[in-house]
Nanobody, 126 residues
């Protein structure tokens, strides 16, 4: 059973940066795919970024490509999401997710993941 704890959310002005972290226990982040999703009020949860297990291939939603970077720290068993050039439309609760395989077929969709964190709020003011 994996446990995921997100941190690093907060309030930032448009154009600013935040770094989210996801500390994992019960699951080795280097061996399994890890993802970040977000959910804004009144909207469905959507894919943001993912990193595969083993070789660490990365995947991004078009809306964040070039601004967000997903990475992992194997020594700390933690996954990060560096968010730059933030926009008001990035405001959402951000969730960390863990898969049970290194290359799940649906790595960019919710069904590719079995474990979820509690979420961290990111608010970008204009």
């Amino acid at each position: 059973q994996a446990q995921l704890v997100e941190s690093g959310g907060g309030l930032v002005q448009a154009g600013g940066s935040l770094r989210l972290s996801c500390a994992a226990s019960g699951r080795t982040v280097s061996s399994y795919a890890m993802g970040w999703f977000r959910q804004a009020p009144g909207k469905e949860r959507e894919f943001v970024a993912a990193i595969s297990g083993l070789i660490g291939s990365t995947y991004y939603a078009d809306s964040v490509k070039g601004r967000f970077t997903i990475s992992r720290d194997n020594a700390k068993n933690t996954v990060h999401l560096q968010m730059n050039s933030l926009k008001p439309e990035d405001t959402a609760v951000y969730y960390c997710a863990a898969a049970t395989r290194p290359f799940p077929e649906s790595i960019t969709t919710i069904r590719g993941y079995n474990y979820w964190g509690q979420g961290t709020q990111v608010t970008v003011s204009s």
